[in-house]
C-alpha cells in the first residue's frame, strides 16, 4: 500500500467534491442516483452508497436511470424519440424507448427488441452502446435513423431540469433499487 486513497472510493470522491464545492456533508439537501442498467457491481454500489447516505442525512434520495438521461438528452438535441441501449450478458442488451417524456424498456437481443419499440415511429435518434447496429438492422431500413454520436446521457440534466427529478424523492424507508432485468416490469 501507498497509503494514498484509492480515486474509485466513494467517500473520498464524495470528501473531494464537497472539498472543490466548499461545502460540508451537511450541506447536501437531495442525493440523486443512477439506478442503471450498467454493471451490476457498479450500480449495486453506487445505489447502496446513495441509499445510505441519504438515510444518514435523512434527506431524499431520488433515483434516475443512465438510460432516461440519454434520452432526455437526445430528445432535445434532435427533437425526436430517442432508442437507447447498454450492452447486457450473453448477447442481450437493454434497451429503452424514450418519448413523451418517459421511458419504456425492454430487456432481450437488439434484433428483437428494439423493432418492437420503433414499430409505430417513422424516425428516432439512438444513444448507446448499440447505435451502429441499430442502424443497420436490416427491419429498420424504412425508417430515419439518426447516430447522436452519444453513449451516453450528460449528467447536467440533472441541475437544468431539476424540477422533472424532484418529486421522485424517496425518504427511508423507501429506498432507491437497481434495474436489472428481474425488476422491469413484463
Avoid at 427533437?79 to 441501449?85: F, K
Avoid at 427491419?139 to 450528460?154: A, F, H, M, R, V
Amino acid at each position: 500500500s501507498t497509503g494514498q486513497t484509492k480515486d474509485n472510493e466513494l467517500g473520498e470522491m464524495l470528501r473531494e467534491g464537497l472539498e472543490v464545492c466548499r461545502k460540508t456533508v451537511t450541506d447536501i439537501a437531495t442525493v440523486i442516483v443512477d439506478t442503471g442498467p450498467g454493471g451490476t457491481s457498479r450500480v449495486r454500489t453506487g445505489i447502496a452508497f446513495a441509499n445510505g447516505l441519504a438515510y444518514g442525512l435523512g434527506v431524499p434520495v431520488i433515483p434516475v436511470s443512465s438510460m432516461e438521461l440519454a434520452g432526455r438528452d437526445a430528445g432535445i438535441r434532435f427533437n425526436l424519440p430517442v432508442i437507447t441501449s447498454v450492452k447486457s450478458i450473453k448477447g442481450n442488451a437493454y434497451v429503452g424507448l424514450f418519448q413523451h417524456n418517459e421511458l419504456t424498456m425492454n430487456y432481450g437481443k437488439i434484433e428483437d427488441t428494439v423493432p418492437c419499440l420503433t414499430e409505430d415511429l417513422s424516425a428516432f435518434a439512438v444513444v448507446g452502446f448499440h447505435r451502429k447496429t441499430i442502424m443497420e438492422l436490416p427491419s429498420l431500413q424504412c425508417k430515419t435513423i439518426i447516430d447522436s454520436e452519444l453513449l451516453y446521457g450528460n449528467a447536467r440534466i440533472f441541475i437544468e431540469r431539476y424540477e422533472i427529478f424532484r418529486n421522485r424523492g424517496l425518504i427511508f424507508p423507501e429506498y432507491v433499487r437497481p434495474i436489472t432485468e428481474q425488476t422491469l416490469p413484463e
